[in-house]
């Protein structure tokens, strides 16, 4: 229920002396539209008014008026509910109404304006193709990316790269080999990556390169021109290959987003000296550890034995040049639910340090990824980059895309579809992979098979897209301007009000997503938006879009618009396309 479910209770709550929040708590849907939209059950009020549920609903119901064009018409005793009957065209012009009129603004909310929230989501390991292990924090980042910013927050987007470490020497290692055999070798991503798989396979079988990985390394932490010139080519080529795979998927992050580990090494040193000023850091066998026993975790680890930092280090970092520079009110990390413990650490140590806005970083946790049986050949148990067996996600969107092209032809009705089979399926098969990942909450493992993300039925995203090409097929063959006032006291049937009652609950279902970090309950309201619009628009003998009335015929054609620009809103905040045909 929307926002119509507070004034009910607020209606309701000085008739039964109780306060609208307790009343709001109670009301539910009646189970059958011409029983009301909105009821309230009378038992909690027997004992006290020592009357039956029954009495108590119709005297409720006897005492209630509501003025004329309001958003109720009436209250009627049901047994022993008092339900509340919604006026259609006031409901209409509050929902469809208010979308037609401002379509840009539709969706969004200024709940949070004058607020920042930075998210931290996708940071993978450069110097090779993007694995699609990472697609789940990459789509939930973006998703809640664009959900609070229709809210109106400020966001910051950050993606924390994997860029330093002695992984970094290892490349360097294995691209001077090469270099003596082709001085002026490509690099790109695949070959960065073909690197790293000739240094792993020499390393095993010559323990020398080790040496060498780690002296080539320790070069680039000093500086080392060569070593540094090279770094900054993985990288850029890297952030390149990055970018491309991105945008397919609609994600953006500005250049000031792809902070990553490297950026952190010079500022350290400064949270390590504060660590050690508040009394914080403590000797565990030669590492430098900060103790939390006493909160029931582990001892978070600062630095190694050899004085080395780690992972904590830099996230302590970058935390605080996060709040030092954005100010934020809410800093999100989308990282998988296995890293709960270790962000419970970060989190304390934060706290520890005397930092108030410790409070304000939230884990967003989410469960694994697995794959249907066959899809690939390779178990996922045994990938491993190391060893060249490693789904990467342009994989995944290149076979998306091309079982969506087929599919498509095989479903075309018109020439429309055919002349632009190459960018329908690029966007339909990409929308269905990125909305696999919002088909449950985001805490719940899920499972990818073909047949399920690509389904023009039930939960997918080519169902919602369809949705919206028929909702746009309809507004073409209408082929008339829409009226800039509808004469919504037209529209009073009751199917239409099931679908004016569902637009009413879109605010809601973005609010719920932004509490919770929840983008899922989106995607489930886009469902079940266009499974209401289909049974209706499937049941020509009881409701039809086109009539003999015009005006009839335009304020329900202006509904259609108000359900296409709501399908299109929220499949944008999920990242997906919203096709005119399919």
């Known amino acids: 229920m929307s926002w119509f479910k507070r004034l009910a209770a607020e209606t309701l709550a000085p008739l039964i002396d109780a306060s609208p929040d307790d009343v709001q708590a109670q009301l539910v849907k009646p189970p059958q539209p011409e029983m009301g939209d909105v009821g309230f059950p009378c038992f909690s009020l027997a004992k006290q008014l020592k009357k039956a549920p029954p009495a108590i609903a119709a005297e409720i119901a006897a005492k209630m008026e509501f003025p004329a064009g309001g958003i109720f018409i009436e209250a009627k005793a049901v047994g022993p509910y008092v339900n509340f009957v919604l006026n259609t065209p006031y409901l209409a012009q509050k929902t469809a109404g208010v979308a037609l009129a401002d379509p840009e603004a539709w ?23 993007l694995g699609v292990h990472h697609i789940r924090s990459t789509m939930l980042g973006a998703a809640l990316s664009r959900l609070y910013r229709a809210r109106g927050w400020e966001v ?156 904590a280090t830099r996230d302590l970092a970058s935390a605080e040049y996060r709040h030092a ?102 966007q339909v098969g990409v929308g269905a992979v990125i909305f696999s990942e919002f088909t449950q909450r985001r805490m719940k493992d899920v499972t990818f098979t073909w047949d399920k993300v690509l389904s023009l039925h039930g939960d997918s995203g080519p169902y919602i897209q369809y949705t919206h090409a028929r909702l746009s097929s309809m507004l073409r063959k209408y082929g008339q301007a829409l009226p800039s006032a509808p004469m919504w006291e037209l529209v009073t049937h009751p199917v239409a009000k099931e679908l004016f009652v569902k637009l009413s609950e879109y605010q809601d279902a973005l609010a719920a997503a932004e509490r919770e970090n929840e983008p899922s309950l989106i995607a489930t309201y886009l469902l079940e938006l266009c499974a209401v619009f289909n049974r209706i628009y499937t049941d020509k003998e009881n409701f039809r879009f086109i009539t003999d009335d015009a005006d009839m015929t335009a304020a329900r054609m202006s509904m259609v618009e108000a359900l296409r620009l709501t399908l299109a809103h929220g499949m944008g905040i999920l990242g997906l396309a919203a096709p005119e045909a399919m």
């Open 107 to 129: 969706g969004t909310s200024t709940e949070g304006d004058g607020r920042t929230v930075v998210l931290d989501y996708s940071s993978p390991n450069i110097a090779k193709p």
């Open 156 to 311: 910051v987007d950050m993606n924390y790269l994997g860029d330093w470490g002695v992984t970094f020497g290892q490349l360097m290692v294995a691209y001077k080999e090469r270099e003596k055999e082709n001085p002026d070798q490509p690099v790109d991503v695949h070959s960065l990556l073909q690197l790293y798989l000739q240094y792993h396979a020499g390393a095993d079988e010559d323990e020398s390169l080790a040496d060498e990985a780690r002296a080539w390394f320790k070069k680039l932490e000093d500086g080392d021109p060569e070593a540094v010139r090279l770094w900054r080519i993985f990288r850029d080529e890297s952030i390149k290959a990055l970018k491309k795979l991105y945008a397919r998927m609609n994600v953006h992050f500005p250049e000031e987003g792809y902070k990553g580990e490297a950026f952190y090494n010079d500022k350290m040193q400064a949270t390590i000296d504060r660590l050690r000023a508040k009394g914080l850091l403590v000797e565990s066998d030669g590492a430098q550890v900060v103790d939390l026993e006493q909160w029931d975790m582990p001892p978070c680890l600062i630095l190694k034995k050899d004085g080395a930092t780690i992972y």
């Open 325 to 426: 520079h954005y100010n934020f009110d809410k800093s999100l990390y989308i990282v998988a639910n296995q890293q709960e413990l270790y962000f419970r650490q970060i989190f304390k140590v934060l706290e520890l340090m005397g930092y108030d806005w410790a409070k304000k970083c939230e884990h967003v946790k989410f469960g694994m990824l697995a794959f249907g049986a066959g899809m690939f050949g390779d178990d996922a148990a045994t990938m491993s980059t190391r060893k060249g067996r490693v789904i990467f996600l342009e994989e995944v969107l290149d076979r998306a895309v091309e079982k969506a092209r087929a599919l498509i032809l095989e479903n075309a009705r018109s020439e429309e579809v055919t002349a632009n089979i190459d960018s329908l399926a690029e």
